[in-house]
């Protein structure tokens, strides 16, 4: 339950953060790519409403309440700072995603992953590796161009299942390519 008191917020056995929605904690529509901007101003805020700091001379429960929001409050921040993170927590929430989900990638750009990673393990001169970086941002650009709109321009009623779906084959290649970047760093 949560009560107001002389205007101060004070939460009372009821963990609000838990049930909310991210989006409807942060008060932003729904959206592919969060505006960070607009973010850090919207966590500062909750931030300093919410800080366990401010319920140190409330019950232990309300304390608990405090810390739990607290965390639920920046693991929402973290999700939105990172647009990869940001597309896998609304594909989740439509359930277009599940949590360990074993995605199938398409075979023409396994074999394109495959003869990169062969050249990978040739790559033994900073020129080879860094050619291959380069590499790895244009395949990472031409992943992203086919759904680029739909990313920057989502909207919660006009974007369709299916166009989601190709944001997910997106989220997928991208993390394989992640994947190879690290590889690649390991390597230098």
Do not use: C, W
């Amino acid at each position: 339950m949560i009560f107001i008191d002389s205007g101060k917020l004070i939460l009372h056995q009821f963990n609000i953060f838990l049930i909310m929605k991210y989006f409807d904690l942060f008060g932003i529509p729904i959206q592919l790519k969060v505006d960070n901007a607009q973010l850090h101003k919207r966590y500062i805020e909750l931030s300093r409403k919410f800080h366990p700091d401010y319920f140190i001379n409330e019950s232990s429960s309300m304390q608990t309440d405090a810390l739990e929001n607290s965390a639920a409050l920046n693991k929402a921040y973290k999700t939105f700072k990172n647009m990869e993170e940001t597309i896998r927590y609304v594909l989740m929430e439509k359930n277009l995603m599940e949590e360990e989900e074993k995605y199938e990638l398409p075979a023409e750009f396994l074999m394109e992953m495959l003869e990169l990673n062969e050249q990978m393990m040739e790559a033994d001169v900073e020129e080879e590796r860094e050619k291959l970086k380069s590499d790895l941002q244009n395949i990472e650009s031409g992943i992203y161009e086919p759904v680029k709109n739909i990313i920057e321009n989502y909207r919660e009623a006009a974007t369709s299942a299916e166009e989601l779906l190709q944001v997910k084959e997106y989220y997928y290649k991208k993390k394989y390519l992640d994947r190879i970047r690290q590889q690649l760093a390991g390597k230098a």
